[in-house]
T-cell receptor, first 113, second 108 residues
Framework: KAGVTQTPRYLIKTRGQQVTLSCSPISGHRSVSWYQQTPGQGLQFLFEYFSETQRNKGNFPGRFSGRQFSNSRSEMNVSTLELGDSALYLC????????????FGPGTRLLVL | QKEVEQNSGPLSVPEGAIASLNCTYSDRGSQSFFWYRQYSGKSPELIMFIYSNGDKEDGRFTAQLNKASQYVSLLIRDSQPSDSATYLCASFGNQFYFGTGTSLTVIP
């Protein structure tokens, strides 16, 4: 079975721009979660989608949004980029939303200049 | 104060020794606890999870949970150089919180 895939793998943007990241979960997985990882703050939970509905949300500003499609693929959007948004963005999928069965993708590394 | 605190290390142990990684959490409502291993430049991978007080063993790994003290630990027995990585502790109650990780180096 193919693993979680994320595109693009690397991205450079400038302040004020917006960006959309994509995540394709493992086949059959209905839950997709997004995380931000930075050296200073570590790994932080952004949000979780299950069957196209946002089920849980972390403490991030409204500039961070996401959605999930009927095929379980998910996108994450960040508007009005700030320098502090430079990070590794990870998505993880699981069949049912349980953390015990969650697998991470390789991540998208975003650099904001 | 972060929801999950870990000693950032680095922690160095000789090959074959026991590595002990510790973590405290602040949300008493947390119900489940996780340990992830993250190699440099790679994604986290789940190695242990624990819900109940006490010990849970899986191969060379033992997770320990003490809810009264809000303390979680991971013991790695017979440490191998391949165990060299950053270990992330996480708690889940209403939300999923991660520590910043402990860097472990196993010296051959």
């Amino acid at each position: 079975k193919a693993g979680v895939t994320q595109t693009p793998r690397y991205l450079i943007k400038t302040r004020g721009q917006q960006v959309t990241l994509s995540c394709s979960p493992i086949s059959g997985h209905r839950s997709v979660s997004w995380y931000q990882q930075t050296p200073g703050q570590g790994l932080q939970f952004l949000f979780e989608y299950f069957s196209e509905t946002q089920r849980n949300k972390g403490n991030f500003p409204g500039r961070f949004s996401g959605r999930q499609f009927s095929n379980s693929r998910s996108e994450m959007n960040v508007s009005t980029l700030e320098l502090g948004d430079s990070a590794l963005y990870l998505c993880a999928s699981s069949p049912d939303g349980n953390r015990e069965t969650q697998y991470f993708g390789p991540g998208t590394r975003l650099l904001v200049l | 104060q972060k929801e999950v605190e870990q000693n950032s290390g680095p922690l160095s142990v000789p090959e074959g020794a026991i590595a002990s990684l510790n973590c405290t959490y602040s949300d008493r409502g947390s119900q489940s606890f996780f340990w992830y291993r993250q190699y440099s430049g790679k994604s986290p991978e789940l190695i242990m999870f624990i819900y109940s007080n006490g010990d849970k063993e899986d191969g060379r790994f033992t997770a320990q949970l003490n809810k009264a003290s809000q303390y979680v630990s991971l013991l790695i027995r017979d440490s191998q150089p391949s165990d060299s990585a950053t270990y992330l502790c996480a708690s889940f109650g209403n939300q999923f919180y991660f520590g910043t990780g402990t860097s472990l180096t196993v010296i051959p």
